[in-house]
C-alpha cells in the first residue's frame, strides 16, 4: 500500500484567506489527485497533478481558485484560494499504484478537514 | 443525471444478514469499476475490483453487467464491523487520463 500523509489534518479559516494543504508520498509517483468531499456527498475530483506539469483541472475548478504545485514525484501542494463558506469540505490526496497483479489501485490520504467561517 | 448513482440508503440490517447494493452508470466507455469502504471521519479505502465474470472475496461478491451498466455488492453473514459506506467507483478516460468517478455512497448499519 501507499503511505500518505497529509497537512494540515483540520483547520478553521476566515473567509477570503487561502489555506495550503500539503500531501507526501512515502515514494515516486508519475500522478497526483486531489479530491473534495463536501459533507454527505461523495468525493469530486479536483485535479490531476503530474510531476513537471501544469496540473489538469476537471470541469468546475480552476487554477486562480485552487492552484497545485508539483515540485517532485512524492509532494504536492494544493491552495484554496479567497475561502468562502461554500470551500468547507474535506480535500483529500490520492495516488496510483500497482498491487497484486495488474491491479492499479488508488490510494487516499488522510484527508484535510476544512471550516470556512 | 449522475455519472455513478446508487442508492443512499441507509440500509439497516441484523448481524447475520445477507445484503445487497447496486449501482448504475452512465458512460457506457468506463473501463473498470470498483467498490470502495469508506468509515466515518476516514478516507476511503478499496474494497474489491468488479470483473464481469463476477469475483469474490471472502463475504462479498461482486457483479458487473455490462450490457445494463449496472454494478452490485452483495454481503453475505453481516458483521457489525461491515458498518460503514459503501462507494461505487468507475474508472473513466479523461482528457489522457483515467480518473476514477464515485458515486454518492450507501451507508450500511449493521446491528447487533
Known amino acids: 500500500s501507499a503511505v500518505i500523509s497529509q497537512k494540515p489534518s483540520r483547520d478553521i479559516c476566515q473567509r477570503g484567506t487561502s489555506l495550503t494543504i500539503q500531501c507526501q508520498v512515502d515514494s515516486q509517483v508519475t500522478m497526483m489527485f486531489w479530491y473534495r468531499q463536501q459533507p454527505g456527498q461523495s468525493l469530486t475530483l479536483i485535479a490531476t497533478a503530474n510531476q513537471g506539469s501544469e496540473a489538469t483541472y476537471e470541469s468546475g475548478f480552476v487554477i486562480d481558485k485552487f492552484p497545485i504545485s508539483r515540485p517532485n514525484l512524492t509532494f504536492s501542494t494544493l491552495t484554496v484560494s479567497n475561502m468562502s463558506p461554500e470551500d468547507s469540505s474535506i480535500y483529500l490526496c490520492?495516488?496510483?499504484?500497482?498491487?497484486?497483479?495488474?491491479?492499479?489501485?488508488?490510494?487516499f490520504g488522510p484527508g484535510t478537514r476544512l471550516t470556512v467561517l | 443525471r449522475k455519472e455513478v448513482e446508487q442508492d443512499p440508503g441507509p440500509f439497516n440490517v441484523p448481524e447475520g444478514a445477507t445484503v445487497a447494493f447496486n449501482c448504475t452508470y452512465s458512460?457506457?466507455?468506463?473501463?473498470?469499476f470498483f467498490w470502495y469502504r469508506q468509515d466515518c471521519r476516514k478516507e476511503p479505502k478499496l474494497l474489491m475490483s468488479?470483473?464481469?465474470s463476477g469475483n469474490e472475496d471472502g463475504r462479498f461478491t461482486a457483479q458487473l453487467n455490462r450490457a445494463s451498466q449496472y454494478i452490485s455488492l452483495l454481503i453475505r453473514d453481516s458483521k457489525l464491523s461491515d458498518s460503514a459506506t459503501y462507494l461505487c467507483?468507475?474508472?473513466?478516460?479523461?482528457?489522457?487520463?483515467?480518473?476514477?468517478?464515485f458515486g454518492t455512497g450507501t451507508r450500511l448499519l449493521v446491528s447487533p
Open positions: 490520492s495516488v496510483e499504484r500497482w498491487t497484486s497483479g495488474s491491479l492499479n489501485e488508488q490510494f
Open positions: 458512460n457506457s466507455a468506463s473501463q473498470s
Open positions: 467507483v468507475v474508472k473513466t478516460m479523461n482528457t489522457g487520463f483515467q480518473k476514477l468517478v
Open positions: 468488479v470483473y464481469s
